[in-house]
C-alpha cells in the first residue's frame, strides 16, 4: 500500500522559504507524477506542479516564478520550495500521486506565514 | 485556464435519499483521441486529505461504495449518492485533468437534513 509521508516548517515569517518533503513509501517514484498542491479557505484547492520520476515539471504559472520542486530518487523523496512566502501563502500543503487524478495524497502540512 | 464551478455550495438531504452534486467546466474536457473526460470527484471529511471517488467522470475508484456515481459530458457533469449515509457528510469536490494547471470546483458542503 502506498503512503506519502510528509514534514516541513510550519511556521515562516514574510519572504521566507517554505520548504517540505514528501517521503513515498511502498512504492516507486518511477512511472508516476507526483504533484504538490495547497488548500486554504480563501482560494480552495490550488495545483501548484509535479514533476515525473525523470524530473521534467510544469507548474502552475500563477506561482511558477516561486517554485522549485524534485526528486530524490535514491531516497524515494519529493520536495517543495517556495519562496518569498507572504500570508496569502499560508494553507494546507499536499503532496500528492498522479498524474491528474489524485488516488494518493499526503496527511497534509499546515503552513502558516506570519511575521 | 479552465474554470470548475460548481452547484450547489452546500446541500441537505435526508439520510435514504439521493444527493445530486453539479459540476460545469468552462472548456470541454473531453479529450477527443481516446473519448474520456477528464474528470474526478473527491469527498473531504475535516482534518484529511481529498479522497478520490471517481475518474474519468463516471469510473469510480477500487473501494468506494457503488451508491457513488458519476455522469455527465462535455462540460456538465454529476456526482449522485443513491441512498445518502451519515458517513457521507464531507466537502465534495470536482476537478479537471484535462490540462494544467489543474483546478478545482470550489467544493459543495453535502449535509443531513
Known amino acids: 500500500q502506498v503512503q506519502l509521508q510528509q514534514w516541513g516548517a510550519g511556521l515562516l515569517k514574510p519572504s521566507e522559504t517554505l520548504s517540505l518533503i514528501c517521503g513515498v513509501y511502498?512504492?516507486?517514484?518511477?512511472?508516476?507524477?507526483w504533484s504538490w498542491l495547497r488548500q486554504s479557505p480563501g482560494k480552495g484547492l490550488e495545483w501548484i506542479g509535479e514533476?515525473?520520476?525523470?524530473?521534467?515539471?510544469d507548474f502552475n504559472p500563477s506561482l511558477k516564478s516561486r517554485v522549485t520542486i524534485s526528486v530524490d530518487t535514491s531516497r524515494n523523496q519529493l520536495s517543495l520550495k517556495l519562496n518569498s512566502v507572504t500570508a496569502a501563502d499560508t494553507a494546507v500543503y499536499y503532496c500528492?500521486?498522479?498524474?491528474?487524478?489524485?488516488?494518493?495524497w499526503g496527511q497534509g502540512s499546515l503552513v502558516i506565514v506570519s511575521s | 485556464d479552465i474554470v470548475m464551478t460548481q452547484s450547489p455550495d452546500s446541500l441537505a438531504v435526508s439520510l435514504g435519499e439521493r444527493a445530486t452534486i453539479n459540476c460545469k467546466s468552462s472548456?470541454?474536457?473531453?479529450?477527443?483521441?481516446?473519448?474520456?473526460?477528464?474528470l474526478a470527484w473527491y469527498q473531504q471529511k475535516p482534518g484529511q486529505p481529498p479522497n478520490l471517488l471517481i475518474y474519468?467522470?463516471?469510473t469510480r475508484e477500487f473501494g468506494v461504495p457503488d451508491r457513488f456515481s458519476g455522469s455527465g459530458s462535455g462540460t456538465d457533469f454529476t456526482l449522485s449518492i443513491s441512498s445518502l449515509q451519515a458517513e457521507d457528510v464531507a466537502v465534495y469536490y470536482c476537478?479537471?485533468?484535462?490540462?494544467?494547471?489543474?483546478?478545482f470546483g470550489q467544493g459543495t458542503k453535502l449535509e443531513i437534513k
Open positions: 500528492a500521486r498522479g498524474p491528474g487524478d489524485y488516488g494518493y
Open positions: 511502498g512504492g516507486s517514484l518511477s512511472g508516476f507524477y
Open positions: 514533476i515525473n520520476d525523470i524530473g521534467s515539471t
Open positions: 472548456h470541454s474536457i473531453l479529450y477527443s483521441s481516446n473519448n474520456k473526460h477528464y
Open positions: 474519468w467522470a463516471s
Open positions: 476537478q479537471q485533468y484535462y490540462t494544467t494547471p489543474y483546478s
